[in-house]
């Protein structure tokens, strides 16, 4: 099955001539000001006043104002996705001051709700206490895509480890677009595609391991947090990779015991701790028990 032609990203390499088409345009229209002020009141024949007068107020109040639609200015570390009339017509990933087809319009979904400043900000929260639970809050710009790193702060969440325990567990992803065709056409929404990928990557990678393990050659949780990033890392960028993101690096922020078993974990580790150093003693002394055998 052939993949969709807009899920192909078409960088579009445009020369940095919007300056001057931008000077251009407004001389042509102060241009066609004076042309249109002069049909008006000059004394000439009909016809070529007519003539004069249309063709001042058709570039004059129509088609230089249309013009300056196709203006475009990138900012480093930004896209733009532009559409035809509904069809994908290109992205502009490389800074500077454009032109292209006045008529397109730029499409980025994950700009939802606007903010004073101008650009766009999402957030989402839920309850805490509630299971595969997230909430982000990030800067993206009003239409352009941003292709710098990004953080996702994943709310801790509440997870069984591999024994059965319940863990509070909190990860922080770093992230960035590489791929804006892919990002805007093949999922609704590329933040929010992100957030429940991370959920769901977390639940399956953490479910591996346990909290803490007595051996120091079995991978755990506590013991062996970079191990279960790189796997973390690995889990996420397979599921994301659908939606055009790259994920640049995963780390656990917060892990724990839930509070209802946490204080008699906190008693486990103790009494295994006063076994083990009672064990040690006894075998520096050489004494292995009551009978002195």
């Known amino acids: 099955m052939n993949e969709p032609v807009y899920s ?9 001539i919007g300056l001057t088409i931008l000077v251009v345009n407004v001389l042509l229209i102060l241009l066609s000001f004076a042309l249109f002020i002069f049909g008006m009141a ?10 004069v007068i249309t063709l001042g107020a058709l570039y004059g109040f129509i088609i230089g104002p249309i013009l300056f639609g196709g203006l475009k200015i990138i900012k480093p570390n930004e896209a733009l996705v532009l559409t035809l009339f509904g069809k994908y017509y290109g992205t502009l990933k490389k800074e500077g001051f454009f032109f292209v087809n006045p008529f397109v319009t730029a499409v980025n979904p994950a700009s ?17 206490n509630k299971s595969g639970t997230t909430a982000y809050s990030i ?11 990004m953080t996702l702060n994943n709310e801790k969440q509440k997870i069984n480890d591999s024994q059965g325990n319940p863990i509070i567990i909190g990860v ?14 093949d999922v609704d ?13 977390l639940r399956n990678v953490v479910r591996l391991f346990p909290y803490d393990s007595d051996d120091d050659e079995k991978k755990s949780l506590r013991g062996s947090s970079r191990e279960v990033a790189e796997d973390l890392l690995k889990e996420l960028q397979g599921k994301v990779a659908v939606a055009g993101l790259e994920i640049l690096e995963a780390r656990i ?9 946490a204080a008699a974990m906190l008693q486990r580790q103790q009494a295994s701790a006063i076994i083990a150093a ?11 028990g009551p009978d002195g055998s």
Not at 8 to 13: A, G, I, P, R, S
Not at 173 to 179: A, E, F, S, Y
Not at 253 to 261: D, K, M, V
């Open 189 to 201: 929404n590329y933040v929010d595609y992100l957030s429940i990928q991370c959920d769901s990557a």
């Open 139 to 149: 800067q993206i710009p009003k239409r352009k895509l941003s292709l710098k790193a």
């Open 278 to 288: 009672r064990q040690k003693n006894c075998g520096r002394s050489g004494w292995n």
């Open 8 to 16: 192909k990203e078409k960088v579009l390499n445009r020369p940095s």
């Open 253 to 261: 922020t917060h892990l724990s015991y839930a509070p209802e078993i």
């Open 172 to 185: 922080v992803v770093i992230w960035k677009v590489v791929d804006t065709a892919k990002a805007v056409f």
């Open 112 to 128: 939802s709700s606007e903010n004073s400043s101008g650009s766009y900000k999402l957030e989402g929260k839920t309850d805490a």
């Open 42 to 51: 000059a004394d000439i024949p009909g016809a070529i006043r007519a003539v």
